[in-house]
């Protein structure tokens, strides 16, 4: 398997755990903090895709699907270029989303255009050196979608534990 295979499976894998964990999630659930200072399902499950989107639609020189199709909107988001970094809080818990079906449209969406970008990379692509002079050194390809996977697979798991926070042993069964 070559590199850019090994990251789509990766990424298939964070897809596949996020089917498995939201789907029968209410909203108020999604929306819950177990924590006054900590993230909620949904907003982990926003993030994670929006970073997967943002590093990808980048490393290809296009659009994100954020914008491109319209995500932001159907989200009530107004930053279009809002990803999560940053956010207090008192942002998270503001955060809501009807169901948890936009969430995993959403992912599903960006995560087709990863995989159509991954399969046109070539081997040596995944050695070429970003222009980011904010890093030393500076990334590659390669490191940027490690970077991309490391993110994903950390929130994929979060939002998963907290499925079971919520609704206890053996919520896989029901």
């Known amino acids: ?12 894998r964070v897809r596949d755990t996020l089917h498995r964990c939201l789907p029968g999630v209410d909203a108020e659930t999604l929306r819950k903090m177990p924590s ?10 926003w993030h994670l895709t929006r970073v997967q989107d943002n590093h990808l639609s980048g490393l ?3 659009e994100a699907a954020w914008t491109a199709e319209g995500w932001h909107e159907r989200f009530g988001m107004p930053s279009a270029n809002d990803v999560g970094f940053g956010w207090t809080p008192a942002q998270v818990a503001e955060f809501s989303v009807e169901s948890a079906d ?29 222009d980011e002079s904010q890093w ?12 991309v996977v490391n993110d994903n697979t950390q929130h994929a798991g979060q939002v998963i534990y907290l499925r079971g926070h919520w609704h206890g042993f053996g919520w896989q069964n029901a």
């Open 136 to 147: 030393d050194p500076r990334p590659t390809v390669a490191v940027r979608l490690v970077s």
């Open 102 to 130: 936009l969430l995993l449209a959403h992912h599903d969406a960006v995560f087709s255009r990863s995989k159509e970008y991954l399969a046109a990379l070539r081997p040596e692509d995944l050695d070429h050196v970003l």
């Open 1 to 12: 398997m070559e590199g850019a295979a090994l990251i789509a499976d990766a990424l298939s």
């Open 60 to 62: 290809a020189g296009r």
């Open 36 to 45: 006054a200072d900590a993230n909620s399902m949904a907003w982990l499950a």
